[in-house]
């Protein structure tokens, strides 16, 4: 009797602490979400999706680097030097959008090109637009563009890892949740197995009727039913979790039938006036609405871009020359136009610039087309976060009215159990009581789940879930 009476005071702090088998592991959330930013496939991928665009921001760059080159031609017929040109040439493109080059000529024959200085020579010059290409060209724009993608992808990172995230939080806790039912479950029947053993007892001494022996192993192989459905989930659940988890070395990883979930950290939030935070947050920090910020920026370059389809072709070319092949032999700054120098403009203009207006106005309409994107997709975020908050907070409240019912159902159970033992009531509304604990222990547990989902599913509405 006095064991049956501890076990029931056992029973009450169920929603508290779980009893757990002696080589039990605990596996906390913590330790699970660590393993699974680690080394989870989708997170490594995540991680090349930045490492992608680093390596397409260096190809970009690539574009100002320096090159080197060297033209050189002959031609002999008929035991005649027609010609031979032999021209090294260094050139440097810079950000303002001119182009340096320096380089060395050692020219001749005899059908020599009457344009081409004969034996060695020397140049350094540029070519520099000054309409076209000024402000904007295709190589600035590239590199610009691939700078923003390579931030752009930075939040597709942070995009993959919060879908990732929700759902091994919500898996953890279904596992969790699994876990205390089970635990629950099987301290139930071990209750009412030791009841059985004092009703067969009793009723061995003439204390109890063959109804109250029925009766007590009706709940005995009702709680061995609950057990074992709670049994095969908690091991599905566990297996559900092992998808997330991976080793160092792109091995999966089974959790072992001894790791047990930390249920201790069942705890409430303070909820109170956040939902402004989260909503804040959620336009600042989202990655999908930063993505479209990013997107936004690369469409404005774009857009510089095409403006400059606009302006005709202006560009100016100017060459030092010198004979040898030192550039700056007898140098003379005033004699820049007088003596050993090339110049000269090329100009070009459309006289209708219909594909420039028409690829402008492409670009403007992209840049309104994303902006309604964007405002669309605000909107949904915002009333999604302010969705699973809602909904959030009535679990909040649900569980404190479940967990006052089951502190008064417990309170029932207890005095009806007393009144039992006094031969003041059956076994049949011990059971009845009893029923009532675990159904509330039942709705308490599995409310707990919904709210931990809703919790992590409103920072993952928000985004913000790293």
């Known amino acids: 009797m006095i064991r049956i009476i501890s076990s029931l005071f056992l029973i009450i702090c169920l929603t508290k602490s779980i009893a757990q088998p002696n080589n039990a592991v605990v596996f906390s959330p913590q330790q699970f979400i660590e393993q699974v930013r680690q080394y989870h496939p989708v997170a490594r991928q995540a991680r090349i999706v930045v490492q992608k665009a ?29 010609f031979f040109y032999t021209n090294p040439e260094v050139k440097l493109p810079t950000w303002i959008g001119a182009d340096f080059k ?30 076209r290409g000024l402000v904007m060209d295709k190589r600035r724009a590239a590199v610009e563009q691939a700078r923003l993608f390579r931030s752009q992808s930075d939040q597709e990172r942070l995009g993959i890892i919060n879908d990732l995230l929700f759902d091994s939080y919500v898996t953890y806790w279904e596992w969790a949740g699994a876990y205390q039912l ?18 067969r007892i ?14 007590a192993l009706t709940q005995v192989q ?36 001894n790791y047990v979930p930390d249920t201790t950290q069942f705890v409430m939030y303070q909820l109170a006036d956040q939902l402004d935070n989260y909503v804040s947050r959620a336009n600042q920090e989202n990655p999908f609405l930063r993505m479209y910020d990013f997107k936004l920026d690369a469409l404005e370059v774009e857009r510089k871009l095409k403006f400059q389809s606009l302006l005709p072709y202006l560009n100016v070319k100017y060459n030092l020359l010198n004979q040898g092949y030192n550039v700056f032999r007898n140098f003379d700054a005033a004699a820049l136009f007088t003596n050993n120098y090339k110049w000269g403009i090329d100009f070009k203009i ?11 106005r492409k670009a403007k309409l992209k840049i309104q087309e994303t902006n309604l994107e964007v405002s669309n997709k605000r909107w949904q975020i ?20 479940t967990q006052q019912a089951l502190n008064n159902y417990q309170i029932l159970l207890r005095n009806e159990t007393l009144r039992f033992e006094n031969g003041e009531s059956s076994l049949f509304l011990v059971n009845t009581r009893e029923n009532k604990v675990m159904e509330s222990m039942e709705k308490l547990v599995e409310l707990r789940i919904k709210y931990y989902k809703s919790r992590y599913a409103t920072e993952w509405a928000a985004g913000i879930l790293r």
């Open 54 to 82: 680093d390596a397409e921001l260096l190809a970009a760059r690539g574009l100002f680097d320096p090159t080197a080159q060297l033209n050189a031609e002959r031609k002999t017929f008929d035991g005649k030097n027609y």
């Open 102 to 131: 320096a380089g060395l000529e050692n020219n001749g024959g005899q059908f020599l090109n009457p344009e081409v200085t004969r034996s060695q020579s020397s140049y350094l010059g540029f070519e520099m637009p000054l309409a």
């Open 182 to 199: 089970y635990s629950i479950y099987s301290r139930f029947l071990e209750i009412s197995r030791d009841r059985l053993r004092f009703v």
């Open 202 to 215: 009793a009723f061995f001494n003439g204390d109890r009727s063959v109804m109250d022996t029925v009766e």
């Open 222 to 257: 009702n709680f061995e039913m609950l057990q074992a459905n709670a049994q095969m989930r908690f091991n599905n659940t566990r297996l559900e979790l092992s998808n997330f988890l991976w080793e160092e070395r792109d091995s999966a990883f089974i959790i072992p039938t």
């Open 350 to 360: 459309p006289l209708f610039l219909r594909e420039g207006r028409g690829e402008y």
């Open 382 to 401: 915002e009333n999604k976060v302010r969705f699973y908050y809602n909904e959030m907070t009535l679990l909040e409240k649900q569980l404190r009215i």
